[in-house]
């Protein structure tokens, strides 16, 4: 049997009893049928094809007067495939790895841009396969197409053949803006369980399950919901979000010339390092009884926060995998002591970059005239962390590393034999090797905004 996950039930601590008759200020509608085989009281299951768009309207449903303070703004909503098994949670990040390793270049969720109405500045994090990103007006029509690659079937233990597909979950958070700009102040948040087939494959399954509730007696048939022609998703608790450390001041965008800036070339005291990769949310030894309870609900253990109400981050952390099992049950028990022993994993591919300045070039020509190949003189490189091995993701990845948008860079090259120019692909990427070094230089595009990089 599946085991429904707390974050989704309602009677948990995270969704309120008051919460379930009030109006939400969203609505997410998913266009396509739910399963007439679902029992009442049940929550609804919907069939979807893999790679077939589907259409999700983003309703305003605010009363008047509510969320003034969005009025005129956009909000952004992050859409996510989940699984909805809590066993396959525990190694959610092992699944999508080795989901990844099988379909390189590959992303679960993808937005069908050219059928989505009223987004703006769509975005698909690299390192997280399973999310799309983008932003939107309440106020105005829209409506996002999202197409599934992943299949359930991808996931199951293959030992016999026929096994069923495990389900997934759809989840929608939306945040509003901040202070800062930024978008991290919780809205709204729903989902809805799905289960995807190979093409034509939902279909098929619909109409099989149709044909079965056609079959069963009136009586039956009152134990059953009937199928609705579209999914509405039904509020949840928010996803927890992966922590990004980011301590370390932007590198800026020299506008006074025809190059990007990250910094001066040589090993000052000042120099800033860049920001470093992100980080899971690890809880720390020196955390307060209180942070310790904001890490717990950040990362889906509301249900035993009481346990824990005076524990310290070091007091968590000192138990060992026999005490949390038998204080929390095995199921909850490894997952959480899977997240308090949690480590960083190893990017695939790990490259150094160092600008070309105008220093570099004139002490690399004196070198050259002197016939000294040696110096006392360093230069400071930036690592960029690639996951996809693919050359948007680098034009993104130096894009970050510019603080600029990746539309300015127009093309990436690797400087080969007499100093041709060839183009960055993801097969050249894709055979780089790890931790290798490169000089960038800059060439200004046909285009006035908008620049050449050259790797050498």
């Known amino acids: 049997d599946v085991l ?5 039930k309602q009677e948990e601590s995270s969704l309120p009893p008051e919460n379930e008759n009030k109006i939400l200020p969203f609505q997410y509608v998913l266009c396509a049928a739910t399963s007439p085989a679902v029992k009442l009281h049940d929550e609804t299951l919907t069939y979807l094809n893999q790679g ?3 259409e999700i309207r983003m309703l305003d449903n605010r009363k008047i007067g509510e969320l003034p303070e969005i009025n005129g703004k956009l909000v952004k909503s992050i ?7 809590r066993r396959l949670q525990y190694t959610e990040h092992q699944q999508l790895e080795g989901w990844r390793w099988n379909r390189p270049g590959d992303r ?3 937005r069908d841009i050219p059928m989505s109405v009223g987004i703006i500045d769509p975005r698909a994090n690299p390192t997280q396969l399973n999310t799309v990103e983008f932003l939107w007006d309440p106020t105005k029509r829209t409506s996002v197409f999202i ?19 495990v389900p997934f979950r759809v989840q929608i958070d939306t945040f509003k803006e901040n202070e800062n700009g930024e978008y991290t102040e919780h809205l709204h948040s729903a989902s809805c369980q799905i289960k995807v087939f190979k093409p034509k494959g939902a279909d098929r399954k619909q109409k099989t399950d149709r044909e079965k509730m056609e079959k069963r007696t009136p009586h039956e048939k009152e134990k059953y919901q009937p199928s609705y022609e579209t999914t509405i998703l039904t509020e949840c608790s928010p996803w927890p979000e992966i922590t990004y450390v980011n301590n370390a001041p932007s590198p800026g965008f020299n506008s006074s010339h025809s190059s990007f800036s ?10 800033q390092p860049e920001p470093p990769p992100p980080i899971v949310d690890n809880l720390l030894p020196t955390s307060t009884p209180q942070e310790a309870q904001q890490w717990l609900h950040r990362n889906r253990f509301s249900t035993f926060s009481r346990l824990f109400t005076n524990f310290s981050g070091a007091d968590l952390l000192k138990l060992t995998r026999e005490d949390v099992i038998q204080i929390c049950g095995p199921a909850d028990g490894i997952r959480l002591f899977n997240a308090l022993k949690g480590r960083m994993v190893r990017p695939r591919l790990t490259i150094y970059v160092c600008q070309e300045s105008q220093q570099l070039r004139e002490l690399q020509q004196q070198k050259h005239e002197d016939g000294d190949a040696t110096g006392s003189t360093f230069f400071v490189y930036h690592a960029i962390y690639l996951e996809e091995l693919t050359a948007l993701e680098l034009t993104e990845k130096l894009a970050q590393l510019f603080s600029i948008s990746s539309r300015q860079i ?12 060839v183009l960055i692909s993801d097969e050249m990427i894709q055979n780089f090797q790890d931790e290798s070094c490169f000089v960038l230089d800059t060439m200004k595009a046909e285009t006035n905004d908008s620049y050449h990089i050259i790797l050498k």
């Open 262 to 271: 990250i910094g001066e070339g040589n090993g000052s005291p000042n120099h």
């Open 52 to 54: 077939q768009s589907y």
């Open 79 to 85: 859409f996510r495939v989940v699984f909805h098994d």
């Open 147 to 165: 197409q599934v690659h992943c299949i359930s079937t991808e996931f199951t233990m293959r030992k016999h053949g026929g096994e069923k597909g």
């Open 108 to 110: 679960i969720p993808e």
């Open 4 to 8: 429904a996950l707390p974050i989704f």
């Open 410 to 421: 127009s093309q990436i090259y690797k400087q080969g034999p007499t100093g041709i120019h």
